[in-house]
């Protein structure tokens, strides 16, 4: 006896997004494909070198940067005086082969209605790679790296509205896609729908949605 496929429900609550802003690592990526494993022993590496430090050492700062100020980079910079152009350069020289292009996530995100835009606490010529080597070539409007935030990180609230004011986008007519949930908290206070691509949730009040299939969530927005 067949069975009658089913296609899933859409999605309420998108019909007034015009401005789709998606993170980059582990996000236009899953974390499977541990892109950003080499960029954290890249880290590690430069600031064993540049702090002269061993290695648990270096880890530890790695994580306290990150953890207190929204980048390594942001911590190296407020407690090392660290110029940041060499190693934004340095941590990003990595091996993108690593990454598969996806169709289905390709023509999913085409699908959207409106802007569609990039905003990682990367670089832009790092994320121009990571799109390149996913298939998402000439699928979004704007690419805005942590300089376009004049090296604020997310989530610090400065960051976000500095970029949302150079794209010109309405927060209350826009939605973000984040792996990171402390990247959504600030997206959420502006009015923007929030939505958390990681493998498993991770409730809180300023998380709208989950996924742990981006183009299969999206695909469900047409």
């Known amino acids: ?20 802003v998606f ?8 974390p499977e494909m541990a ?20 290695q648990p050492e270096a880890d530890r ?3 306290r940067y990150w953890r207190d100020h929204g980048t390594t980079l942001a911590g190296l910079m407020r407690h090392h005086g660290v110029d940041p152009g060499p190693y ?15 169709a289905a996530l390709a ?18 010529p790092y994320a121009e790679q990571v799109i390149a080597h996913r298939g998402l070539d000439g699928l979004f409007d704007a690419i805005y790296g942590v300089e376009h935030a004049g090296l604020i990180p ?3 609230r400065a960051a976000y509205e500095t970029v949302f ?21 600030v997206p959420h206070a502006m009015g923007l729908r929030t939505i958390h691509v990681a493998p498993a949730p991770e409730p809180a009040d300023f998380i709208e949605h989950h996924t742990d299939d981006l183009a299969g969530f999206l695909s469900r927005l047409r």
Do not use: C
Request: zero cysteines; proline letters at 6%; charged letters at 25%.
């Open 154 to 156: 997310k989530p610090e």
């Open 165 to 185: 004011a150079a794209d010109g986008l309405t927060a209350t007519r826009a939605a973000m896609f984040e792996d990171d949930p402390r990247n959504l908290a």
């Open 107 to 124: 023509e999913a995100i085409a699908a959207l209605p409106g802007r569609k835009i990039v905003y990682t606490n990367g670089t832009r």
């Open 61 to 63: 700062l790695r994580h």
């Open 23 to 30: 993170d980059l690592d582990n996000t236009l990526y899953p």
């Open 1 to 20: 006896m067949s069975q009658t496929y089913h296609a899933p429900a859409a999605l309420p609550g998108f019909a007034h997004v015009e401005t789709w």
């Open 88 to 102: 934004l350069e340095e941590v990003h020289d990595i091996d993108f082969t690593v990454l598969a292009p996806d």
């Open 35 to 54: 892109l950003f494993d080499q960029i954290n022993i890249r880290m590690t590496d430069w600031v064993m070198r540049a702090l002269g430090v061993d």
